[in-house]
């Protein structure tokens, strides 16, 4: 039987993901996450991304609508992550887990030659730990 080897990241990642500009409001991050049904979005300044948006980052600083005026709506950038989690495409994906566990975090951007090349979240391990056992159970 040939010995399986840990796939990279750029493997399994989520390639191509929809992004949304740092100067975005929150509202428009929302509807965009609702629309793509994710949780998360690269957050990009000027072709170059920065950052992560997740939905929980949204509900955590989203006020009751009464208390915000339309010209006071905050914007992705007052809610992000100073640098979101970065990862090589070539990375493998046992070492990203690690990293994702031992920081806590839900989601990394991924990048191949300095450019955005997908992204890695938790929602995507759990797929492939799914995908594992089921296909250690019928061995």
């Known amino acids: ?33 609702e629309q793509l049904g994710v949780d998360h979005l690269p957050v990009m300044d000027n072709e170059v991304v920065e950052t992560i948006v997740s939905d929980r980052d949204i509900k955590r600083f989203t006020l009751p ?17 100073v640098r979101a989690s970065l990862a090589d495409f070539n990375d493998p994906l ?13 989601a990394v951007i991924v990048l191949k030659e300095g450019e955005l090349a997908g992204i890695f979240t938790e929602t995507d391990a ?14």
């Not at 005026?69 to 992550?81: G, K, S, Y």
């Open 65 to 81: 609508a009464h208390e915000l005026r339309e010209d006071e709506e905050p914007l992705v950038r007052d809610i992000t992550p």
């Open 94 to 106: 046992d070492r990203v887990l690690d990293v994702m566990h031992d920081r806590h975090v839900s």
């Open 1 to 33: 039987m040939p010995k399986q080897t840990i796939p990279t990241l750029g493997e399994v990642m989520t390639a191509s993901p929809t992004t949304i500009d740092i100067n975005a409001t929150l509202s428009q991050a929302k509807v965009l996450m």
């Open 126 to 139: 759990c797929g492939l730990l799914a995908s594992l056992l089921r296909e250690t159970a019928s061995k």
